[in-house]
């Protein structure tokens, strides 16, 4: 198993560098060093030293219906990351979001549920880019694309958004206070269609979406015209159809 993911990493790190322009020596000498030390131990993982490119964002407001899966909050003056989502139709009370949270310091897990129009204080996070290599049993090992380190984390920072990984896909891992609080895929990936329903004929104008499975083990609803052995591009926000590839 070793030799296997010394293999698949080598040959990533030999595609990666020939879409760069040459190394300097000193690169050479710094990326030595970096493979001894990142292909030693059993899980082949290193603690980061290099520093690192990173998009931030700094709190702000924003509406209760721009809340997100992953999202880290404060709320009643405690931190919460939100790890359930679902927007709701109240009646007359208008619309809402049922979110569950679960405080960053405790751990605990709480349900609440905010109005669309409602100010969400949005705190502190900061995003860095990864290479996904593979998966196995319930960690993830990711690469950093510029230092070639490796990073093991778990499965659950993706949540559904696992399924969607691919070999050499760029990732994101989102961090709070220095830990990854959660983790995200492209929101547009291009999938195969493995199943497809029969289309059946209506009478109605509009179209009749029918159920499709994809190479991911998901099932999704899509036009009537995509058949087993199309490549269609998903929203991986929602799961749902965009056009086809």
Known sequence: MQSVRRYATQALRRRLIG???????ASVHSFTTLTRRTT??????ATFSAPWAATQS??????????????????KGRIYQVIKAQHTQQGRGGATIQ?????????NKTVERFRTDEAIEKVFVEDKTFTFL???????????????????VSEELFSKAASYLKEDMAVTLHY??????SASVPTRVTCAVVEAQAHTKGHTVAPQYKRVVLDNGLTIM???FVEAGD????????????TRA
């Open 40 to 45: 030693s131990g059993p899980h082949c993982h």
């Open 99 to 107: 979110v569950e949270l679960r405080d960053v310091d405790t751990g």
């Open 134 to 152: 593979y998966k196995e049993g319930d960690s993830i090992m990711l690469m950093e694309p510029e230092t070639f380190e490796q990073l093991e």
């Open 19 to 25: 879409r760069s322009p040459p190394p300097s020596a």
């Open 176 to 181: 709070y206070d220095g830990k990854p609080m």
């Open 231 to 242: 490549h269609i591009v998903v929203n991986t926000m929602d799961d749902s159809y965009i």
């Open 58 to 75: 700094r709190g702000a407001k924003m509406l209760g219906s721009d809340v997100r899966l992953g999202n880290v909050i404060l709320r």
């Open 222 to 224: 899509a036009p009537p």
